[in-house]
Structure formats: structure tokens, C-alpha cells
């Protein structure tokens, strides 16, 4: 199978209802790739929404990465930075409180 199937095929994820509809799934990962950008914004990381299955992942560099799914974009992100994203680093935390208040 060439690589563009992959691209264009719909995700079978287990946070997708089967029966909603496709603006409330689309709607759904453009709030979702919103809550990412917000976490990445302090690494200098942007995501974008690739055709509704995909993800990428860019640094100020230019460097890309496409990818399908979250566990992906973590592994991405460790090897971007080089280092674990950290839930728990207060940074995280100060960065996030202060979104919540704008």
C-alpha cells in the first residue's frame, strides 16, 4: 500500500463515537488541536490538521513531522525538544494558568 492511503483513510479512534456526525467529529479535533497548540505554544511547536486523519508537527526551524495519532505526537515532540514533555513541570502549569485567564 502506497503512503497516501494512509492519508486519506478516516481513523477508527476509541474517542470518536461511530454514530456522530462529520462536523462534530471535525469540530471536535479542531478543539482538541486548539488544547494542543496551547500546551505546545511555550516549545515553539505549532500542529496543524492534515485533511482530517493526519496531524503536523512544525518547529521554527522548519522541521515537519506528520503523524495519525497522539501517541505519535508525543514521541514527536520528545525528539523535537529532547526531552520527555513534562505534565507536571510548573512552567507547563503558569503557561496554561494564564491562558485560562485571558
Known amino acids: 500500500m502506497c503512503g497516501l492511503c494512509g492519508i486519506f483513510a478516516e481513523p ?4 470518536q463515537d461511530p454514530h ?3 462536523h462534530s467529529l471535525r469540530r471536535n479535533r479542531l478543539i482538541q ?9 511555550p516549545k515553539r511547536l505549532t500542529i496543524r490538521d492534515i485533511h482530517g486523519t493526519n496531524y503536523l508537527l512544525e518547529d521554527l526551524k522548519g522541521n515537519q513531522v506528520l503523524f495519525s495519532n ?3 505526537l508525543w514521541r514527536s515532540i520528545e525528539s523535537f525538544i529532547g526531552e520527555a514533555l513534562d505534565p507536571l ?6 503557561h496554561l494558568s494564564m491562558e485560562l485567564e485571558k
Open 33 to 41: 488541536i486548539q488544547y494542543l497548540q496551547t500546551i505546545l505554544s
Open 20 to 22: 456522530s456526525d462529520t
Open 70 to 72: 497522539l501517541h505519535e
Open 89 to 94: 513541570d510548573p512552567n507547563l502549569y503558569k
Open 12 to 15: 477508527d479512534l476509541w474517542n
